[in-house]
């Protein structure tokens, strides 16, 4: 069974274990996470969102983190103004068992990155898995390289 814990507009704090209780409120909070679930057969929180004014929003880290039952993150998305957002790196992060999975850099909703590739899939061997985008156009390595060099030689 879960419980939810909710901060609204409307009406401040909630605390429910039916996710119809707040449905159509608006989700707001800019001192901590607007939506947070708690696994309660494990006692251990499971899931928490930053929202501001109905979008998913948060300046200083994740705004959305789901937890495995031992309070290790599983997943870690940055969004600004309800955009998978964040510049300096990752947008997305996956984890499995404490140990970083995939990192995917996105801009705006969009998988772009101009100083490295925008996904890396880390494998149990040690490799890595990765793929080069920009403005959500996957390129091969040349493409992107030859990208990189045309955007340099258009600033000098």
Same mark, same amino acid.
């Not at 001192?31 to 998913?56: C, H, L, M």
């Not at 994740?62 to 309800?82: C, E, F, G, H, I």
């Not at 590739?117 to 493409?143: C, Q, V, W």
């Given at each position: 069974?879960?419980?939810?814990?909710?901060?609204?507009?409307?009406?401040?704090?909630?605390?429910?274990?039916?996710?119809?209780?707040?449905?159509?409120?608006?989700?707001?909070? %800019?001192?901590?996470?607007?939506?947070?679930?708690?696994? %309660?057969?494990?006692?251990?929180?499971?899931?928490?969102? +930053? +929202?501001?004014?109905?979008?998913?929003?948060? =300046?200083?880290?994740?705004?959305?983190?789901?937890?495995?039952?031992?309070?290790?993150?599983?997943?870690?998305?940055?969004?600004?103004?309800?955009?998978?957002?964040?510049?300096?790196?990752?947008?997305?992060?996956?984890?499995?068992?404490?140990?970083? =999975?995939?990192?995917? +850099?996105?801009?705006?909703?969009?998988?772009?990155?101009?100083?490295?590739?925008?996904?890396?899939?880390?494998?149990?061997?040690?490799?890595?898995?990765?793929?080069?985008?920009?403005?959500?156009?996957?390129?091969?390595? %040349?493409?992107?390289?030859?990208?990189?060099?045309?955007?340099?030689?258009?600033?000098?």
């Amino acid at each position: 069974m879960n419980k939810y814990v909710v901060y609204t507009k409307e009406l401040g704090k909630i605390s429910t274990n039916n996710v119809e209780d707040f449905i159509f409120l608006t989700l707001h909070r %800019t001192d901590g996470p607007a939506f947070i679930e708690y696994n %309660t057969d494990y006692g251990t929180k499971s899931f928490e969102e +930053w +929202w501001v004014d109905r979008k998913k929003h948060r =300046t200083d880290g994740p705004a959305v983190v789901s937890y495995d039952t031992n309070n290790q993150p599983l997943l870690q998305v940055y969004y600004k103004d309800d955009k998978v957002h964040r510049i300096g790196g990752p947008a997305r992060i996956y984890h499995d068992n404490g140990r970083i =999975t995939t990192e995917e +850099w996105l801009v705006d909703d969009n998988l772009h990155r101009l100083d490295g590739p925008a996904i890396i899939n880390y494998k149990d061997d040690g490799s890595k898995e990765i793929s080069f985008y920009i403005h959500n156009r996957l390129m091969s390595y %040349t493409e992107f390289e030859n990208a990189i060099l045309q955007k340099k030689m258009n600033i000098l």
